[in-house]
């Protein structure tokens, strides 16, 4: 690995054989991994003689100049995030930080995110145009939220929901299944996984009416179907267009 | 591998160090892999000696029965798909057909789908709220599409397209962009990637205006910013939010 690259890596949900191939080389061969300790914890005995840097949550900005420093101290250097690293992830603020940088190159290592990783446990809700929208308002106003699940309600959307609860927003997922109510159906199928890729995983499948009133956890992602989903043995099949046999 | 289990692999972009470790473990251990020849050939040599299926474009519901023909002769089988088997993959065709084979579980492998992969590419394009939408018609009736698009646009998502272009189809992109230059700045920062995860990969930017000329091939995938996204030396920066240093 080169010393002057740093690499912005996505390990997916958590389990091991959920990374690419890539991603593991990638770690194999640094020499330093930076990241949030529960990502660091989550990597395998592989890489637990490395040196490991972390920061805790809230000094994302911190964190990003680690990298930056020890890649100038020679060092190869890689940015742990779960899921995918440009979903939600680091890749931007590495971007933004790195105009600091012009010497040092970053890389952008792609991993599963949980919208495709939870939607391969519940079957196949993403399997048509899909949105991903997040129900955190720590650094989006909740209006542009609200604007956002309208528009994926009305447009028919098939819908991933991250951080779908927290002790401070218990009742935004309810908010957000009254939007969509305004344009969906009660009967509207969905689901919703925990842990996904890690121990103790479990889906679920209801109607619309039925997740608002669930009580999910920060480590669920919530599917909602769009108006074509089926529920088929209790996992979501959304079909891929309007007529069968063809591409 | 269970025999009484069809696989339904994605396989990522194309490269092997895009699959999964999952994905590459399955693959190893199946006796029958089946998919479109274009994917087969994808696959390194050292699944070749497998036993291959493959059937033409347009006969994907026969290429399903296929896996579970030879799942019901006792073989162990996976179907692959490019990218991610759930976003515009087999995962529900196979869901469907397996109404009829209540004794073949079916278990859906993720993959690496376009929008993340592409994005890697790009910089961090969809490092917030995002919409996956298909400009192919052949399944999915046009004035859906524009309505798909449209939300999106008004929604003010990071959007990836897919299928933007084909002999058929040669100015949709251009119809996508006149609708969202309904609801977006001209300066809109844009991109697209041309063979994502396989030979000559090309990555361009360009605004929304610009994007609306383009001429794009098939193995396209085309990226149009939110309102807040940046252009950084050729890269596209989506910020995680509107405040800094909070998760």
Redesign the interface.
């Known amino acids: 690995m080169e010393s002057n690259v740093i690499y912005v890596v996505?390990i997916?949900p958590g389990?091991?054989?959920?990374?690419?191939?890539?991603a593991?080389?990638v770690l194999d061969h640094v020499d330093t991994i930076v990241g949030y300790q529960v990502y660091l914890d989550l990597l395998g005995a592989r890489y637990q003689y490395k040196e490991l840097i972390s920061t805790p949550?809230?000094?994302?900005?911190r964190r990003c100049e680690i990298c930056f420093e020890e890649a100038e101290k020679g060092k190869s250097v890689a940015m742990i995030c779960s899921g995918?690293?440009?979903?939600?992830?680091m890749?931007?603020?590495m971007?933004?930080i790195?105009?600091s940088y012009p010497q040092i190159e970053i890389e952008?290592?792609?991993?599963?995110?949980a919208a495709?990783?939870g939607?391969?446990?519940l079957?196949?809700?993403?399997?048509?145009?899909?949105?991903?929208?997040?129900l955190?308002d720590?650094?989006?106003?909740w209006e542009?939220?609200e604007?956002?699940i309208?528009?994926?309600g009305?447009?028919?959307?098939a819908i991933a929901l991250y951080n779908p609860s927290s002790k401070k927003r218990s009742d935004y997922l309810r908010r957000a299944c009254d939007i969509l109510l305004e344009s969906r159906k009660p009967d509207n199928a969905c689901g919703y996984v925990e842990n996904i890729g890690r121990e103790g995983t479990k889906a679920y499948t209801c109607t619309l009416q039925e997740l608002r009133n669930q009580q999910v956890n920060m480590f669920t992602t919530v599917f909602i179907g769009n108006s074509q989903t089926?529920m088929?043995?209790n996992?979501l099949?959304?079909?891929?267009?309007?007529?069968?046999?063809?591409?």
């Open positions: 996505g997916g389990a091991e054989e959920m990374m690419t191939v890539q593991q080389t949550m809230k000094q994302e900005t995918d690293a440009g979903v939600y992830g890749a931007c603020l971007l933004e790195g105009k952008v290592i792609p991993g599963i995110t495709t990783s939607a391969a446990v079957g196949a809700p993403l399997n048509h145009d899909f949105c991903v929208i997040s955190s720590l650094l989006t106003p542009l939220i604007r956002r309208r528009a994926a009305e447009g028919d959307f089926q088929i043995e996992q099949v959304t079909p891929r267009g309007y007529k069968t046999d063809e591409v």
